[in-house]
């Protein structure tokens, strides 16, 4: 069992930048898979960005340019950088872990999940 805990959320104005984290339990995080969804007030969830256990990096394309998506074995956590943000970013951000390693952007591919982190951008 691997329990994810998401941290970093908060409210931002439009242009400004936040930084997400999610902690994972657990000894074997370095071969999971690991992605960041988001979910909009009424709105399905959605791929934000996953990296693979070896570090690949795959994005959405609205965030694509803007977010950055990193991990540190050593700390069992795994990041999100978010730049210039936007109101339309606003969104329950949920880390998200695969232990097959393979990078995915289906939702249905991740086996944990996080309770979320809220994030709220002005205009």
């Known amino acids: 069992q691997v329990q994810l805990v998401e941290s970093g959320g908060g409210l931002v104005q439009a242009g400004g930048s936040l930084r997400l984290s999610c902690a994972a339990s657990g000894r074997t995080f370095s071969s999971y898979a690991m992605g960041w969804f988001r979910q909009a007030p009424g709105k399905e969830c959605e791929f934000v960005a996953t990296?693979?256990?070896?570090?690949?990096?795959y994005y959405a394309d609205s965030v694509k340019g803007r977010f950055t998506i990193s991990r540190d074995n050593a700390k069992n956590t795994v990041y999100l950088q978010m730049n210039s943000l936007k109101p339309e970013d606003t969104a329950v951000y949920y880390c998200?872990?695969?232990?097959?390693?393979?990078?995915?952007?289906?939702?249905?591919?991740?086996?944990?999940w996080g309770q979320g982190t809220q994030v709220t951008v002005s205009s």
């Open positions: 990296i693979s256990w070896s570090g690949s990096k």
């Open positions: 998200a872990a695969d232990p097959t390693g393979v990078p995915s952007s289906y939702r249905s591919t991740y086996r944990y």
